[in-house]
């Protein structure tokens, strides 16, 4: 219990500017049916802000990316990939965007945040967006 009180407020406000999604398949001795390890990691810290066991769907992945959204620092887009699991793509348009109301129209109309698509990212350019490490001895 100390550990998951811990990890719920240690891991708050979080500026990752690259995040991998990835799920792995399982099978626990105590069950019969597969499990899914659902793993979002920071490739250069190593940080892994969220685990998720559970099943291979999609309400699995809007519970994963909504978790990770809270623990993110308040405008924080970070660079996502994955193994292009469709599940990502509708978790990650539903936690990043919005509803516009257009004039005369009674429904609104959902708007993905600028920064979540529309960009093919280079290693080059991910190691850009990286922060320089800190040197040895600092903190």
């Not at 990835?22 to 250069?44: F, G, K, Q, S, Y």
């Not at 990043?96 to 093919?120: M, N």
Request: glycine share 8%.
């Amino acid at each position: 219990m100390n550990t998951v009180r811990h990890s719920t407020t240690a891991w708050k406000h979080l500026h990752l500017p690259h995040l991998q999604l990835d799920e792995l398949r399982t099978r626990l001795r105590i069950h019969t049916h597969v499990l899914w390890l659902w793993v979002a990691v920071d490739p250069l810290s190593k940080i892994i802000p969220v685990l998720h066991l559970g099943a291979r769907t999609q309400d699995a992945a809007h519970r994963v990316v909504h978790d990770l959204c809270q623990r993110l620092a308040a405008g924080c887009m970070p660079v996502f990939t994955s193994d292009g699991l469709n599940h990502y793509f509708y978790a990650l348009t539903a936690h990043f965007g919005q509803s516009i109301r257009g004039v005369g129209r009674r429904v609104g109309q959902w708007q993905v945040a600028a920064g979540l698509t529309g960009k093919r990212w280079t290693v080059q350019e991910l190691l850009a967006t990286a922060l320089p490490p800190a040197p040895i001895g600092a903190g």
